[in-house]
């Protein structure tokens, strides 16, 4: 029942994948959330996210940012890092997921959705049949109150890290050292 919530894997961040085994395991897209995956919530692109973005394109690796954000948000965003993006994506409908492969001229078993939400990312990228990367979403150090969503997340990541079967179902995609 709860498997469609179930990432095939799960990462502290998004700096911890190790994208050219994404991509000598034949993936050629990487799609991604922006906030509390990327950055914090509603914060522009750092230094590090820059040059993470630079290393993916610079493997051939194409990227496409789906958010429910705002154009306005995505674009201020995106200021340097050249990327198509699909705003406003009504995530976890599957029909903005489909237009991202479509965008990016890939088949969807060639792309990966990486995200911080198992109810809208994860969840949508299952539904689409999509692989997908959930990372531990980004807080401040003093931040201690969370959302009943995040709190019903945790229960379904306990039950998840509980059944081996769902886990790791891409297979070695951490970068050395991160694991």
């Known amino acids: 029942m709860f498997k469609l919530f179930y990432p095939y894997e799960y990462v502290d961040s998004v700096f911890a994948i190790d994208y050219e085994k994404l ?3 034949g993936y050629k ?4 959330d922006i906030d509390n995956t ?3 919530h509603g914060e522009e692109s750092t230094k590090e996210v820059d040059a993470l973005f630079q290393e993916i394109h610079g493997l051939g690796l194409k990227t496409l940012l789906l958010s429910n954000n705002s154009d306005e948000r995505i674009i ?7 990327a198509p993006f699909i ?3 009504d995530k976890p409908k599957t029909d903005n997921y489909f237009k991202a492969v479509e965008m990016l001229g890939i088949e ?4 990966v959705m990486v995200g911080d939400q198992l109810f809208t990312d994860i969840y949508g990228a299952n539904l689409s049949g999509m692989a997908n990367i959930l990372v531990k979403y980004m807080r401040y150090e003093d931040e201690v109150k969370i959302g009943i969503r995040r709190n019903i ?6 039950f998840y890290q509980r059944n081996k079967t ?3 179902r891409i297979g070695d995609i951490v970068r050395k050292g991160q694991d």
Request: glycine fraction near 4%.
């Open 87 to 89: 705003s406003l994506a």
């Open 153 to 158: 997340e945790k229960v379904l990541l306990n």
């Open 38 to 40: 990327l950055v914090h």
């Open 166 to 168: 769902y886990q790791n």
């Open 76 to 82: 201020s965003f995106l200021e340097n890092i050249d």
């Open 108 to 111: 969807k078993n060639e792309a």
């Open 29 to 32: 897209g990487i799609i991604f």
């Open 23 to 25: 991509q000598n395991k």
